[in-house]
T-cell receptor
Framework: GNSVTQMEGPVTLSEEAFLTINCTYT??????LFWYVQYPGEGLQLLLK?????DKGSNKGFEATYRKETTSFHLEKGSVQVSDSAVYFC???????????FGTGTKLQVIP | GAVVSQHPSWVICKSGTSVKIECRSL??????MFWYRQFPKQSLMLMAT?????????EQGVEKDKFLINHASLTLSTLTVTSAHPEDSSFYIC??????????????FGAGTRLSVL
């Protein structure tokens, strides 16, 4: 079946450091790929998405590229801020109702 | 952006009682809503897909008589945990997908409900 594997956290970085959160997936067919972010006390928010191979999703300085050959969708940001501290979920969707499979989430802590 | 409200955010109940959780799409209509369960340090597990005006579709291993889902309108779905027991304690999250427009395939999430069964 479909599954998503992402790196375990927490990831602790200093402000302005480079961020990479790895995500790989297993799926039949051609799923859509997402990164969601959950800030403390809030619901999940869609951060970015990519719907086909080689697509690059980007938002708020974050980027991720849909790599079919390596079945990966790694999240990157060139310079993190304290306000980026949150839990990040990699996810894929399939099917007519866009059912979503989530990774386990990676907690990011950015210290001043 | 689209907003999904989930209520209550935290509920404590006695074993054997039932608890109802509401999920509302505040500024859009949602033909489809989803209910997830999240255990500590684990990913979200899809419990069921709720379609307005029809019976919910439950994932394998989820007891439909235990977790009753009603989607009576395009803006409201409810999850009732019946005869709750301590093992039902968890974080429950709903999401909703707009019925039309460009964002039809994006899920918008509520803030979640933490259920503690004593």
């Amino acid at each position: 079946g479909n599954s998503v594997t992402q790196m375990e956290g927490p990831v602790t970085l200093s402000e302005e450091a480079f961020l990479t959160i790895n995500c790989t997936y297993t799926a039949t067919g051609y799923p859509s790929l997402f990164w969601y972010v959950q800030y403390p006390g809030e619901g999940l928010q869609l951060l970015l998405k990519a719907t086909k191979a080689d697509d690059k999703g980007s938002n708020k300085g974050f980027e991720a590229t849909y790599r079919k050959e390596t079945t990966s969708f790694h999240l990157e940001k060139g310079s993190v801020q304290v306000s980026d501290s949150a839990v990040y979920f990699c996810a894929l969707s399939w099917g007519g109702y866009q059912k979503v499979t989530f990774g386990t989430g990676t907690k990011l802590q950015v210290i001043p | 952006g689209a907003v999904v409200s989930q209520h209550p955010s935290w509920v404590i109940c006695k074993s054997g009682t039932s608890v109802k959780i509401e999920c509302r799409s505040l500024d859009f209509q949602a033909t489809t809503m989803f209910w997830y369960r999240q255990f500590p340090k684990q990913s979200l597990m899809l419990m069921a897909t709720s379609n307005e005006g029809s019976k919910a579709t439950y994932e394998q291993g989820v007891e439909k008589d235990k977790f009753l889902i009603n989607h009576a309108s395009l803006t409201l779905s409810t999850l009732t945990v019946t005869s709750a027991h301590p093992e039902d304690s968890s974080f429950y999250i709903c999401s909703a997908t707009p019925s039309g427009g460009e964002e039809i395939n994006i899920q918008y999430f509520g803030a979640g409900t933490r259920l503690s069964v004593l």
